[in-house]
Protein backbone atom coordinates (compact mmCIF):
# COMPACT_ATOMS: atom_id res chain seq x y z
CA UNK A 1 0.00 0.00 0.00
CA UNK A 2 1.57 3.41 -1.18
CA UNK A 3 1.33 5.93 1.80
CA UNK A 4 2.85 9.52 3.02
CA UNK A 5 3.16 10.18 6.42
CA UNK A 6 3.85 13.74 7.25
CA UNK A 7 5.11 15.29 10.60
CA UNK A 8 6.88 18.05 11.97
CA UNK A 9 4.26 21.13 11.95
CA UNK A 10 3.70 22.86 15.05
CA UNK A 11 3.30 26.71 15.87
CA UNK A 12 6.25 28.83 15.68
CA UNK A 13 6.83 31.98 16.09
CA UNK A 14 7.92 35.06 13.32
CA UNK A 15 11.41 34.25 12.61
CA UNK A 16 11.44 30.95 13.66
CA UNK A 17 12.23 27.31 12.10
CA UNK A 18 10.55 23.83 11.69
CA UNK A 19 11.41 20.84 10.04
CA UNK A 20 9.22 18.85 8.15
CA UNK A 21 9.49 15.07 7.51
CA UNK A 22 7.38 12.70 4.97
CA UNK A 23 7.85 9.04 5.10
CA UNK A 24 6.72 7.11 2.25
CA UNK A 25 6.17 3.43 2.03
CA UNK A 26 5.05 0.72 -0.18
CA UNK A 27 6.64 2.30 -3.48
CA UNK A 28 10.80 2.66 -4.70
CA UNK A 29 10.91 5.96 -2.97
CA UNK A 30 14.32 6.69 -4.65
CA UNK A 31 12.92 6.58 -8.63
CA UNK A 32 10.12 8.92 -8.16
CA UNK A 33 10.25 12.91 -7.62
CA UNK A 34 8.72 14.12 -4.26
CA UNK A 35 6.92 17.52 -3.58
CA UNK A 36 6.03 19.96 -1.02
CA UNK A 37 2.72 21.45 -1.40
CA UNK A 38 0.95 23.86 0.62
CA UNK A 39 -2.57 25.23 1.30
CA UNK A 40 -3.31 28.17 3.71
CA UNK A 41 -6.26 28.74 5.32
CA UNK A 42 -8.92 29.83 2.44
CA UNK A 43 -6.75 29.49 -0.37
CA UNK A 44 -5.82 27.22 -3.10
CA UNK A 45 -3.00 24.51 -2.64
CA UNK A 46 0.40 26.26 -3.69
CA UNK A 47 3.41 24.62 -4.82
CA UNK A 48 6.41 24.71 -2.52
CA UNK A 49 9.20 22.91 -3.65
CA UNK A 50 10.24 19.65 -5.77
CA UNK A 51 13.24 17.40 -5.46
CA UNK A 52 14.66 14.53 -8.24
CA UNK A 53 14.71 11.17 -6.97
CA UNK A 54 18.57 11.34 -6.63
CA UNK A 55 18.92 14.55 -4.96
CA UNK A 56 20.65 16.43 -6.55
CA UNK A 57 18.17 18.83 -8.22
CA UNK A 58 15.65 20.98 -6.55
CA UNK A 59 13.46 23.60 -6.86
CA UNK A 60 11.43 26.28 -5.16
CA UNK A 61 8.45 28.42 -5.58
CA UNK A 62 10.02 32.24 -5.49
CA UNK A 63 8.51 33.28 -2.02
CA UNK A 64 10.40 30.63 0.12
CA UNK A 65 13.76 30.46 -1.49
CA UNK A 66 16.51 31.00 0.19
CA UNK A 67 14.26 30.49 3.69
CA UNK A 68 13.36 26.79 2.71
CA UNK A 69 15.69 23.76 2.17
CA UNK A 70 14.16 20.55 0.32
CA UNK A 71 15.97 17.15 0.54
CA UNK A 72 15.73 13.39 1.57
CA UNK A 73 17.10 10.56 2.51
CA UNK A 74 16.61 7.71 0.03
CA UNK A 75 17.76 5.16 2.91
CA UNK A 76 15.17 5.85 5.36
CA UNK A 77 12.58 6.52 2.65
CA UNK A 78 12.25 9.92 4.37
CA UNK A 79 11.39 13.72 2.47
CA UNK A 80 12.20 16.51 4.61
CA UNK A 81 11.58 20.44 4.46
CA UNK A 82 13.57 22.84 6.65
CA UNK A 83 11.80 25.93 6.69
CA UNK A 84 14.12 29.45 8.41
CA UNK A 85 13.01 32.38 9.05
CA UNK A 86 9.37 31.75 9.01
CA UNK A 87 6.81 34.32 8.31
CA UNK A 88 3.21 34.24 9.14
CA UNK A 89 2.03 33.94 4.92
CA UNK A 90 3.59 30.46 5.48
CA UNK A 91 1.10 29.59 7.87
CA UNK A 92 -0.48 26.32 6.07
CA UNK A 93 -1.11 22.78 5.55
CA UNK A 94 1.86 20.90 4.23
CA UNK A 95 1.40 18.28 2.37
CA UNK A 96 4.38 15.93 0.61
CA UNK A 97 3.43 14.30 -2.46
CA UNK A 98 4.56 12.13 -5.64
CA UNK A 99 3.54 12.47 -9.41
CA UNK A 100 1.42 10.03 -9.51
CA UNK A 101 -0.86 11.68 -7.14
CA UNK A 102 -0.58 10.11 -4.13
CA UNK A 103 -0.73 12.56 -0.92
CA UNK A 104 0.17 12.29 3.03
CA UNK A 105 -2.49 13.39 5.40
CA UNK A 106 -1.05 17.11 6.08
CA UNK A 107 0.95 18.87 8.77
CA UNK A 108 -0.21 22.07 10.19
CA UNK A 109 2.60 25.08 10.53
CA UNK A 110 1.31 28.15 12.25
CA UNK A 111 3.31 30.92 12.38
CA UNK A 112 2.33 33.76 14.87
CA UNK A 113 3.32 35.97 17.80
Known amino acids: QVQLVESGGGLVQPGGSLRLSCTASGFIFSNFVMSWVRQAPGKGLEWVSD????????YYVDSVKGRFTISRDNAKNTLYLQMNSLKPEDTAVYYC??????WGQGTQVTVSS
Open 51 to 58: INGGGSST
Open 97 to 102: TTPAGV
